[in-house]
């Protein structure tokens, strides 16, 4: 299986996005993705979520990567066929729906845009206001979705996995075990809501809005899918394969600023700092980070650092910052010219 059509079984229809495709498979750069595969497969510190006991099912040796340009050439190196539960990468979009649903003032009266240097489960809201500090930490992930508008459970699932599809141009289920387990032992994030809801943070739908937490958690995704939700934003909004638009081209920055300041945890800063992209990870083991303008990064291995950031995706997305000068606030020359790489016009015995 090579091309973006015969991996997902999207309904392409544009031809120029599948030549492209079809071109990438056998390209410099697919090759050097490659190559960085076999660099940190061996890797194996780290250790899997075991939170609840369907995160521990993950194997250790799963791997995938894959790059989509924001012209929609895709390369796909590993498993990225392999499913795994979305988890915290979900908080990201989920930002944007509401955004989308209310516009930016009324949600940042209900959670604030700011790093908290703790864990993403810390129970901590900011004193004066009283507000979740930011939407990718538990907290404030839950207060947005408790925006997310819709008559009923159901129709505000439905209308987050709509938007999924959107993004990666495929259809999504939720994997019901984790969801459950995650609604079964969740006390935590219940503790939360129950302390939000004191404030007056977020409406007495608690039950509701914990269920489409919990399974916005659990929406199954490959690093392929990752790797268009981010191409997605950094194309703007729109999907460079089927060109739908997902988020309002206004409230893409909006979603982008949170992930560069909060959506690697509390290793944001470092992250930042060593990589600069804009990215968001979560406890199944991906990790989704763009270049605006540029391309989107998807990377899956559920080996995970004392922070609950995927190892391998975190060495991957150094090298290619590094390699091709991807920081974005980068203003010297990479080693590589991206460009070049992605367009065939370097042999893989070139570097
Ligand atoms: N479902 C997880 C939780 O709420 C999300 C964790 C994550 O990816 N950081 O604890």
Redesign the pocket.
């Known amino acids: 299986m090579s091309t973006y059509e015969s991996n997902t079984g999207a309904n392409v229809g544009n031809l120029q996005a599948l030549t492209n495709s079809i071109t990438s498979v056998a390209s410099p750069f697919r090759a050097y993705l490659s190559d960085l595969h076999g660099k940190y497969q061996s890797l194996d510190e780290g250790a899997i979520?075991d939170?609840i006991p369907e995160l521990a099912l993950a194997q250790p040796e799963w791997f995938g990567i894959c790059v989509v340009t924001a012209a929609g050439q895709l390369f796909d190196v590993g498993n990225c066929d392999q499913l795994f539960?979305i988890?915290?990468?979900s908080k990201a979009f989920i930002f944007g729906l509401a955004l989308e649903d209310h516009g930016r003032e009324y949600v940042n009266s209900k959670v604030s845009v700011e790093p908290t240097g703790e864990a993403?489960?810390s129970i901590v809201l900011d004193e004066a206001t009283n507000r979740p500090y930011n939407p990718m930490v538990?907290a404030g992930?839950i207060a947005t979705a408790d925006l997310i508008k819709g008559n009923n459970g159901t129709e505000r699932l439905k209308r987050v996995l709509s938007m999924f599809k959107r993004y990666t141009g495929r259809d999504h289920d939720i994997n019901v075990p984790v969801f459950l387990s995650?609604k079964a032992t969740?006390f935590?994030?219940r503790a939360m809501a129950y302390l939000m809801l004191n404030f007056g943070m977020v409406s007495d739908n608690i039950d509701e809005t914990l269920d489409l937490?919990?399974q916005q958690?659990?929406i199954m995704v490959n690093a392929r899918d990752l790797a268009m939700l981010a191409a997605t934003l950094a194309n703007g909004g729109i999907n460079p394969v089927t060109q739908e638009r997902a988020i309002q081209e206004q409230y893409v920055q909006d979603v982008v600023s949170v992930m560069l300041t909060c959506g690697m945890?509390d290793a944001s800063g470092e992250w930042t700092y060593r990589v600069g992209m804009p990215a968001k990870?979560?406890?199944?083991g991906g990790i989704t980070a763009l270049v605006p303008g540029q391309l989107g990064i998807g990377t899956f291995s559920p080996l995970l650092d004392a922070k609950?950031n995927s190892l391998r995706g975190l060495k991957v997305c150094e090298d290619l910052s590094k390699d091709f000068g991807l920081h974005i606030f980068n203003v010297a020359k990479g080693d590589r010219d991206l460009e070049d790489w992605t367009a065939g016009r370097h042999q893989i015995d070139d570097w």
């Open positions: 979520a939170y539960t988890q915290s990468i993403f489960n538990n992930a995650e969740g935590r994030n937490y919990f958690c659990s945890y990870s979560g406890v199944g609950g």
